[in-house]
Every structure is written in structure tokens, then in C-alpha cells.
């Protein structure tokens, strides 16, 4: 994370407030626009989801696991553009993506650090395993099916990232299954 990156600001109901420096916004607990997104391709007929886990040296939930990718936009950037931009930085796959919706929440963190965020929640398929993590973002990755990931997150809650079982629980309660493979 370099020192320049700034983060959108926002009130609970996503409008822009400001920007701020992504550190200073982290220790502040400011509320700043995310987004979370969620890859999926089919393996013998079912939806496999694409997990990452987060490098260890990430500045918050290192060696967790997640979806797919998250981050925030940049000032001025739009939300797809931005998840997309971040898909290709930390997982070195390009394709489209869709709007699900998006969620507040509010996590702490043992190192002093908050989450504070509105996440818009990002959907995509891919038909492809010829994919390069960056090793910066993600140390692993696998892909499950979604059923299988929630009872994992009940049985595991401590391996996984704070906002993932909202996010994916909101993926599957809005249909977006359905919608990429129809």
C-alpha cells in the first residue's frame, strides 16, 4: 500500500463526502466506498467459486480467506472499472463484470486498524484456470462451490475476512447465479 493511494469517503448511504489517504482512513475508522468481487465458473455442471487468500503481509487480515478480490475505487473512478483494474492486479484475470449490490459494515482490527466501508459487491464468470496471483495480494487461491464455503465459514469463521460471509450471502440472495449462467 503506497502512502499516495486515497480512498473515497462516504456517509453510511454511499454519497461522497471527501477523500482521504487509504492509512489514515484505515486508523480514523472513516466510512469509504469498497468493493468486493466474486468470480465463478462452472465444474461439471456446478458454480465453483474463485477464493483468494490474502497474502499474510497484508496490512489487515493477512492469510485469511475471501472472495475473489477486494478494494476500494480510486477518486473519480467508477465502481466496475475499479473492480476490474483490481481484478487484473491481483489475480491477472480479465473479464466482465456486474453489479450486485452493496452492504455497510464495520470491522476492528487487533492492529488498531478499522473497516468502515459501503461494499458494492461485483460478479463475474470466467471458463479458465490459466490465471497469475500476484503474490503481494494473495498467496493461494481454490475454487469451491458456494454451499460448501458457507459451511466452512460456520465450522471456520476465524479463517475468513470479516465482510465475506455478508457479501456472498448477498450474491446468492440477489439470483446473481443465475444471472451469469443462464
Same mark, same amino acid.
Given at each position: 500500500?503506497?502512502?499516495?493511494?486515497?480512498?473515497?469517503?462516504?456517509?453510511?448511504?454511499?454519497?461522497?463526502?471527501?477523500?482521504?489517504?487509504?492509512?489514515?482512513?484505515?486508523?480514523?475508522?472513516?466510512?469509504?466506498?469498497?468493493?468486493?468481487?466474486?468470480?465463478?465458473?462452472?465444474?461439471?455442471?456446478?458454480?465453483?467459486?474463485?477464493?483468494?487468500?490474502?497474502?499474510?503481509?497484508?496490512?489487515?487480515?493477512?492469510?485469511?480467506?475471501?472472495?475473489?478480490?477486494?478494494?476500494?475505487?480510486?477518486?473519480?473512478?467508477?465502481? #466496475?472499472?475499479?473492480?476490474?483494474?483490481? @481484478?487484473?492486479? /491481483?489475480?491477472?484475470? =480479465?473479464?466482465?463484470?456486474?453489479?450486485? $449490490? !452493496?452492504?455497510?459494515?464495520?470491522?476492528?482490527?487487533?492492529?488498531?486498524?478499522?473497516?468502515?466501508?459501503?461494499?458494492?459487491?461485483?460478479?463475474?464468470? #470466467?471458463?479458465?484456470?490459466?490465471?497469475? @496471483?500476484?503474490? /503481494?495480494?494473495?498467496? =493461494?487461491?481454490?475454487?469451491?462451490?458456494? $454451499? !460448501?464455503?458457507?459451511?466452512?465459514?460456520?465450522?471456520?469463521?476465524?479463517?475468513?475476512?470479516?465482510?465475506?460471509?455478508?457479501?456472498?450471502?448477498?450474491?446468492?440472495?440477489?439470483?446473481?447465479?443465475?444471472?451469469?449462467?443462464?
Amino acid at each position: 500500500m503506497t502512502s499516495a493511494e486515497r480512498v473515497i469517503l462516504v456517509d453510511e448511504q454511499d454519497r461522497e463526502i471527501g477523500t482521504e489517504e487509504k492509512q489514515a482512513a484505515h486508523a480514523k475508522a472513516l466510512c469509504h466506498r469498497a468493493f468486493s468481487v466474486f468470480i465463478f465458473r462452472q465444474i461439471e455442471g456446478e458454480p465453483a467459486l474463485l477464493l483468494q487468500q490474502r497474502n499474510p503481509e497484508k496490512y489487515h487480515c493477512g492469510g485469511l480467506w475471501t472472495n475473489t478480490c477486494c478494494s476500494h475505487p480510486r477518486p473519480g473512478e467508477e465502481i #466496475i472499472t475499479a473492480g476490474q483494474r483490481r @481484478l487484473r492486479e /491481483e489475480m491477472g484475470i =480479465d473479464t466482465t463484470l456486474f453489479y450486485v $449490490d !452493496k452492504f455497510h459494515y464495520i470491522a476492528k482490527f487487533d492492529n488498531g486498524l478499522t473497516e468502515n466501508e459501503v461494499d458494492h459487491v461485483l460478479v463475474g464468470s #470466467i471458463d479458465y484456470d490459466d490465471f497469475e @496471483l500476484n503474490p /503481494e495480494e494473495a498467496s =493461494d487461491c481454490r475454487w469451491q462451490h458456494p $454451499d !460448501k464455503v458457507l459451511q466452512d465459514i460456520q465450522a471456520n469463521p476465524n479463517a475468513y475476512t470479516p465482510w465475506f460471509k455478508q457479501a456472498l450471502q448477498l450474491v446468492l440472495d440477489k439470483g446473481a447465479l443465475a444471472t451469469l449462467f443462464a
